[in-house]
C-alpha cells in the first residue's frame, strides 16, 4: 500500500508550522525533505510516524508499515550490540540480525555494550535496528548525524537495498545518500503565514 498524505497541518508546541503538505510515495520509492533548520521537518516526520497528531489533513498507510529512525538511537547501553538488535527483532518478529550487523559493519563490534560505542557505532546500530524491523516504510530524520563519509555510503547502499526490495523512505537530510531517482519535496512554500494555535502537545525541541 501506498504511503498517502493529503492537506497535512502540523504543529509544534500548539503553533501550526507547515499546512498543506501532500504527497504520495509508492514502492520502491524514495522521497527526500528539505527546507532550512526550524521549518518543521522533524514534526513533519514525527506526525507521519505517529507520535504527535496533526492538526488537520490525512495519513494513509498500511498499519504497521512504518519504522522511524529519529535523533536518538534507541539503544540500550548495558545490551550488546548483538543484544540490541535481538530485542528489536524479538518485538518486531523477524528472525536474525546477523545481515543486520553485516550490511552496517558491525559483525566485530557484536560482543561489545553499546555504551561502549562511539557516537558514529551507535548511529550505526541505530540505523541498523531498521533492518530488523521488517517494515517497509522508513521515515527518517538526519539518519547520517555522526557518520563519517565511509558509514554514510555504507548506510546509502542500505537504503538502496531496501528501496530495491520493494520498501520506501522519507528522509530528511542535506546530504547525498546516492539516491539519484529520489523525488525532492522542499517544504518552504509549506510553512504557515499566519501560525495558528492548536491543542498539540508540549514543545518539540528537536525540530
Not at 495519513?59 to 529519529?70: F, N, Q
Not at 528489536?88 to 561502549?116: E, F, I, P, Q, Y
Amino acid at each position: 500500500m501506498d504511503l498517502v498524505v493529503s492537506d497535512l497541518c502540523v504543529a509544534r508546541g500548539g503553533l501550526t508550522v507547515l499546512e498543506g503538505v501532500s504527497f504520495r510515495l509508492t514502492s520502491g520509492h524514495a522521497l527526500i525533505l528539505r527546507g532550512p533548520n526550524g521549518l518543521g521537518k522533524t514534526t513533519l516526520l514525527r506526525t507521519l510516524a505517529g507520535l504527535q497528531p496533526a492538526v488537520s489533513g490525512s495519513i494513509s498507510m498500511a498499519a504497521e508499515s512504518l519504522a522511524y529512525g529519529a535523533h536518538a538511537d534507541g539503544l540500550k547501553g548495558a545490551l550488546t550490540v548483538e543484544e540490541n538488535l535481538g530485542f528489536w527483532a524479538a518485538l518486531h518478529g523477524t528472525a536474525t540480525v546477523a545481515d543486520a550487523m553485516k550490511h552496517m559493519n558491525l559483525s566485530d563490534l557484536r560482543a561489545r555494550r553499546a555504551a561502549n560505542l562511539s557516537a558514529g557505532q551507535k548511529r550505526r546500530l541505530g540505523l541498523a535496528r531498521l533492518l530488523v524491523t521488517g517494515r517497509p516504510i522508513w521515515v527518517l530524520d538526519e539518519p547520517t548525524v555522526s557518520l563519517d563519509t565511509a558509514s554514510v555510503a555504507l548506510f546509502g547502499a542500505v537504503l538502496r537495498g531496501h528501496l530495491g526490495q520493494g520498501g520506501m523512505a522519507v528522509i530528511a537530510t542535506h546530504i547525498d545518500l546516492g539516491l539519484p531517482e529520489a523525488a525532492v519535496l522542499d517544504l518552504t512554500p509549506f510553512k504557515a503565514q499566519h501560525p495558528l494555535s492548536a491543542a498539540t502537545g508540549g514543545f518539540d525541541e528537536a525540530f
